[in-house]
């Protein structure tokens, strides 16, 4: 079963965390920091919490890239760290189930950072079964 190709697995998983990060910076700047900045609220009045939230939030983007690309180069054999690829997929698989219970469903991002998890959970478990 080709879909279940380690590399395909990771690829595919690396292809959704480019998405994700790209929805991230996009429509979390829109629809959570400009309005935020906007707001009246006394924290975002101070330039430091206001440089901060915004870099903070991009650097997570950043972070999901860098992500992809680890993906990828696992994909391709240019790492070969089970546990780091386990731990990727871990941590998205648990964040994305998380945060799909404490928002009841309503993040967009949820199914994306669960779908990741699995994904490299999967390619993971099949490397670890051939």
Known sequence: ????NPSF???MAAAL??????LHSVLGEQRLIAPLLASDVPLMQH???????RFAWHWTTALWLGIAAV?????????NAPWLIF????????AGVTDGIFTRGQHLGWPLITIIGGLVLLAYYTT???
């Open 1 to 4: 079963m080709e879909y279940l």
């Open 9 to 11: 697995l990771l690829l």
């Open 17 to 22: 965390a480019v998405i994700t990060a790209a």
């Open 47 to 53: 330039p430091l919490a206001r440089q901060v939230t």
């Open 71 to 79: 993906l990828a180069l696992a994909a391709y054999g240019d790492i």
């Open 87 to 94: 731990g990727i997929g871990a941590a998205h698989f648990i």
């Open 128 to 130: 670890q079964t051939q």
